[in-house]
């Protein structure tokens, strides 16, 4: 299912009318409900695979189960909502899809690589109620990581980041595939006893003027507390510069007449080209690529009687079986 696809679902009135009967609830709501009942039945039209049968999940919890839930304290029932396992938790079988999920993205597996695991696992486990029931192909793989997982995470990483003071990172560079200039976000702040900095977005531009800059960063950054934000980081142009100067309008009219620090702009492309002149202008290229070919150089003789060494064994070898021949 392509972007088209999601788009036309968007724009269908039947998905309207739903998200009118559920625009009071929310991903964490439901997924840290209590999930004691003895007959729990999750179904997700929005996650099929191959099959409707895929998309209903029935788990039967046994009474003695049941049972030891209930003598659970109070506070052992409340949810943790640092946990994912928890937020998550609703059906054993969507805590294991949602995992699985996690697992296929730390580990830098494809979604493609998930088509058909479901078998693998019922016969694996022939005997587990739990693989009977899981269902985690490509495309609900990437339902579960970027409308369930990825807003959970970002949440957390946006209300972690109001608390104090932090600092926005931005980069702007062409992205090949879209053919369009892309702006990623991160954020730097305190935490603990070090400095963290995280990902928080992406802004795809066109022709990005100034104007263009801030208002794809304020769109960005719309859910963050910006009256903690204490400075920005950025290369050094003068599209940025003005951009820098808009944003500093902004804070001013925003909070009272605070404006962020000015720490000026990354070093680095300056020295990159105060280098790069340098090695033009001595000329430094006469002097390492000699260097370069004599380094290639030793390498191919030390290749060539490596191969040298090689035939010399096998040569030892075929005169030690002809002996035994002989003998």
């Known amino acids: ?120 696992f019922r016969v694996m486990f022939p005997d587990s109620e739990l693989a009977a029931t899981f269902s985690c192909g490509k495309d609900k793989t990437g339902y579960l990581v970027k409308f369930g997982i990825a807003p959970v995470i970002k949440q957390q990483l946006i209300s972690e980041v109001s608390q104090d003071s932090f600092v926005v990172m931005f980069d702007e560079s062409l992205n090949r595939s879209t053919n369009n200039k892309q702006m990623d976000l991160h954020l730097r702040y305190w935490t603990g006893d070090r400095v963290q900095s995280r990902y928080f977005g992406s802004q795809f531009l066109g022709h990005s003027t100034a104007q263009d800059l801030f208002h794809n960063f304020m769109d960005c950054v719309e859910k963050l507390n910006l009256r903690n934000m204490v400075s920005i980081s950025m290369d050094g142009p003068n599209v940025n510069w003005k951009f820098f100067e808009l944003l500093q309008q902004e804070q001013v009219e925003q909070f009272g007449g605070s404006q962020l620090a000015v720490v000026g702009s990354c070093g680095l492309h300056t020295l990159h080209n105060a280098f790069r002149h340098g090695f033009a202008k001595w000329q430094i290229d006469k002097l390492l690529k000699p260097r370069n070919n004599k380094q290639v150089h030793l390498k191919e003789r030390e290749r060539a009687r490596a191969i040298e060494r090689e035939r010399a064994r096998e040569r030892e070898r075929e005169s030690a079986y002809t002996l035994i021949e002989i003998a």
């Not at 709501?29 to 029935?58: G, I, L, R």
Request: aromatic share 4%.
């Open 1 to 120: 299912m392509g972007i088209k696809a999601v788009e036309s679902h968007l724009a269908s009135t039947r998905h309207k009318q739903q998200e009118d009967i559920t625009q009071t609830s929310n991903i964490l709501q439901y997924c840290s409900q209590d999930t004691t009942a003895k007959n729990t039945t999750s179904v997700s039209a929005s996650c099929t695979d191959e099959s409707p049968a895929a998309t209903v999940s029935s788990i039967n919890e046994s009474p003695s189960a049941t049972s030891s839930s209930t003598r659970e304290s109070p506070a052992a029932k409340t949810p943790d909502r640092n946990d994912l396992r928890v937020l998550f938790g609703s059906t054993s079988t969507l805590k294991s899809e949602v995992l699985w999920a996690m697992r296929t993205v730390c580990c830098h597996g494809s979604y493609k690589s998930n088509d058909h695991i479901e078998k693998i």
